[in-house]
């Protein structure tokens, strides 16, 4: 009995031991000098930031977090991220990779990592609105040192093509609070919903288009949780952000231009999207959707 105590405990070691020289081979250091929270207080990063492999998982994560890693943005707010936390690095497909390079390039992986955690498709893990998610990315990435005009195509595609969620659950058996899209009608049509009297209404998308786009999980209270995931590959991106990059690189050609706050960029670059994408204004709102009232018919002629 005590041979076979000890071949097992051998077996165990061994074991042990071809783990941690396949966990420090396939880790990865990224090597980016970054402002650690130590020395300042906002715009800063804590932990440490290493990579491991994974299997690739039905999200297009390839890699993890080896150590919990963190960032505080410009109000105080910390984003943490922790060990084993899944990443694609920055979801960029192939053909978008002119923009700014392949996805796990060491200037905006700290940004990435952080940003993947709080856009997971997890309910649990969406703390936060999807907006500042997206300011925290762009933040994230401008005190990692990439470039002001990279940090600014980067923040338009995440912003307009990233994942979106609702902050509450919504009633999609209603029109949402200033018929500014056909969301909440397009996933009952034929349910009995009202119809939207907004004289520009939005161009209406099919239900089943509208179904791929969206992702409804339904809450305790009946009502629905809406996640928007990423829509990088969709094939009309490459030209809206040809047209983005031109009219941000216009914008901000000029050395006045470039002392504006990351703030004012930020109001201007999501005013751009906005404009350029209403229909995605469902997922603005800050406040809880409200349903109209229903149409009373008029009085019957005396």
């Given at each position: 009995?005590?041979r ?10 061994a074991g042990a031991?071809l ?8 880790t990865e ?5 970054l402002?650690m929270?130590?020395?300042?207080k906002?715009?800063?990063f ?11 998982d039905?999200d ?6 080896t150590?919990?890693f963190?960032?505080?943005?410009s ?7 922790n060990?084993?936390?899944p ?21 905006f992986?700290?940004a990435s990592v ?6 997971d ?6 703390v ?10 762009y ?8 470039p002001?005009a990279k940090?600014?195509l980067?923040?338009?595609a ?10 509450e659950?919504?009633?999609?058996g ?14 009952i049509e034929?349910s009995g ?7 520009q ?8 288009d509208?179904?791929k786009?969206?992702q409804?999980?339904k ?15 969709d094939?009309?991106?490459q ?10 690189d216009?914008?901000y ?6 002392q504006?706050?990351?703030d004012?960029q930020?109001?201007?670059i ?6 350029r ?10 406040d ?9 018919p ?5």
């Amino acid at each position: 009995m005590t041979r076979n105590i000890a071949r097992s405990a051998r077996a165990a070691a061994a074991g042990a031991a071809l783990l941690a020289s396949l966990t420090v081979a396939h880790t990865e250091r990224i090597d980016v000098d970054l402002p650690m929270c130590a020395a300042v207080k906002k715009g800063c990063f804590t932990g440490k930031l290493d990579l491991h492999d994974i299997p690739r998982d039905t999200d297009g994560n390839s890699k993890a977090l080896t150590f919990d890693f963190g960032f505080v943005d410009s109000t105080g707010t910390g984003w943490q991220t922790n060990a084993g936390d899944p990443t694609d690095g920055a979801s960029i497909p192939p053909e978008l990779q002119w923009i700014v390079g392949k996805p796990f390039d060491k200037t905006f992986v700290p940004a990435s990592v952080i940003h993947d955690r709080y856009c997971d498709r997890k309910r649990a893990h969406r703390v936060y609105p999807w907006k500042a998610t997206h300011r925290m990315f762009y933040q994230a990435l401008l005190a990692t040192g990439v470039p002001n005009a990279k940090a600014r195509l980067m923040y338009y595609a995440v912003y307009t093509f990233g994942p979106r969620w609702t902050a509450e659950e919504l009633d999609i058996g209603h029109i949402c609070r200033g018929n500014l899209t056909p969301l909440c009608q397009q996933f009952i049509e034929g349910s009995g919903g009202q119809q939207s009297d907004d004289p520009q209404p939005a161009e209406l998308e099919k239900p089943a288009d509208l179904q791929k786009k969206y992702q409804l999980s339904k809450g305790g209270t009946g009502k629905f949780d809406v996640f928007r995931r990423a829509i990088y590959e969709d094939p009309d991106v490459q030209d809206d952000l040809k047209v983005a990059k031109t009219v941000l690189d216009a914008t901000y050609s000029t050395p006045d231009s470039e002392q504006s706050t990351p703030d004012q960029q930020m109001d201007f670059i999501e005013h751009l999207s906005d404009t350029r994408h209403p229909a995605e204004a469902i997922l603005l709102s800050k406040d809880a959707p409200v349903p109209n009232e229903p149409q009373q018919p008029p009085p019957a002629p005396k």
